[in-house]
């Protein structure tokens, strides 16, 4: 056999291994968008901006508001939705990894109720999962609880405090 062939027979299945591996290191982002008159948004153009590293993607959602951008390489991303050339909403600092694909949404109509000076929505907040959101809730609301009873013990201390000044001694 001679050795061109030989090598040619090592190398290309040694190139075909590594290059499916390098597949294995991409993600992908997707979601649906919806105007503001709560109906799924055609051809909004979703902009997809790499932070950590320079990069930038472009792509349009479809006649039922979906958008999908595929092979994107791992990092954190900006997302915008532009209608008409205008930045109607954005969402910052999406961290994708490897496995299941990153599923972002878009809610024009809850966006422009927010504006409007109407009571925010739960999407709201986007940049946190429903479980982060409620693991919030719960920690300020212990923290109210915290500081209503640091409040009632001090009004007890404050009023034995004037008591002993005033020299009061049975209350």
Known sequence: MPTALRKVLIVLPLTLLFSIACWGQTTTIEGDIKGEDGKPLKDAVVKIDRKDIKGNYKVKSDKKGHYLYAGLPIGTY?????????EKD??????????????VNFNLQANAAAAAGGAPTPEADRSKSAAERAADEKKRKDAEAQLAKNKALNDVFNAGKDAATAKIWDA
């Open 78 to 86: 900006k997302i915008t939705v532009e209608v008409d050339g205008k």
């Open 90 to 103: 954005s969402m910052d600092n999406v961290r994708s990894t490897t496995g299941d694909s990153k599923v």
